[in-house]
């Protein structure tokens, strides 16, 4: 039987001033060693392990702050498409003034032919959840750019536009626009059964009614070309606006203006009344372009 190897560790102190020795097998040598390298071995992957939890956190804080970015994103994206609701809308307006001003027909709002739109809300949440590059698409971005440049010059050149008109300043204060007197449309432009003698005529205004002495105004300016007792009109105001365009103002109460008279947009110029053929007290409105009859209401953008 081989003898087992027995190894001796001799510890030398100072303060005992003495010798210390203690006698240790090669098996707990090797247990020993084989331990020390097995902790070392346990904390060695023990920090690897640590390592890898920090790299995934610092990722979890990368993606954190990217969804925020995306949030970012798509709050700015929803702001630059009301911008441009904004400016299509404000063009309409402009359009619209100027086209009732001159006359023109209006034609139906053709804001639905641009392709404004985004995603559905239910579809926020999964796309917050997609790579940055899926939400924030190049191709969109070139559409916002391109629809912006479009609006910046449509509005450009609409705002020249509206300096030349602008120039015109004479016209347009002769142009009617504004309600004549308070009230409530009772009788609109066009044919209409008549509500004295129960035949179809034409008419050729609008009726504002309204209780007797309610202020009635000048539409835009001009200069008084008739003013007393008309057949069927009662008491009528006749303006004269310039550049073929005439306006009438029956049935009046009083008449506070005289032939001759040069009247500006907004002054007063007689009250409403029952005079003339009526049935109540109303205003009879009209707007003549060469002395042919137009729907007044075409005329009224305040």
Known sequence: MIKATRYTIIVATDYARKLLRFSLSSRTVLVTILATLGILGGLAILAVTSLKIHNNASEFHCLVQENRSNEDQLEEFNDQFEEIAQRFDQLNKNKSELMVMYGFKIENDRSSLFGIGGPA??????????????????????????????????????????????????????????????????????????????????????DINNR??????????????????????????T????????????????????????VKRGDKIGTIGVTGRTTGPHLHYEVRINGVPMDPKTYITD
């Not at 003013?227 to 105001?237: A, C, E």
């Not at 303006?239 to 040069?262: F, K, M, P, S, W």
């Open 121 to 206: 809300p239910e579809d926020g949440d999964s796309l917050i959840r997609k790579r940055r590059d899926e939400i924030i698409d190049h191709d969109i971005m070139r559409e916002l750019d391109r629809l912006h440049n479009r609006m910046r010059w449509e509005l450009a050149s609409l705002n020249d536009l509206l300096s030349i008109v602008e120039g015109h300043e004479d016209q347009l204060n002769s142009t009617p626009s504004i309600h004549p007197a308070s009230g409530f449309f009772s009788s609109g432009f066009g044919f209409r059964r008549d509500p004295i003698n129960r035949t179809i005529r034409m008419h050729n205004g609008i």
């Open 239 to 262: 303006i004269n606006h310039g550049y073929g365009i005439t306006t009438n103002y029956a049935h009046l109460n009083n008449i506070l203006v005289r032939e001759g008279d040069v």
């Open 212 to 237: 007797i002495g309610t202020p009635v105004y000048a539409s835009a300016n001009g200069v008084v070309m008739f003013t007393g007792v008309q057949s069927g009109y009662g008491n009528l105001i």
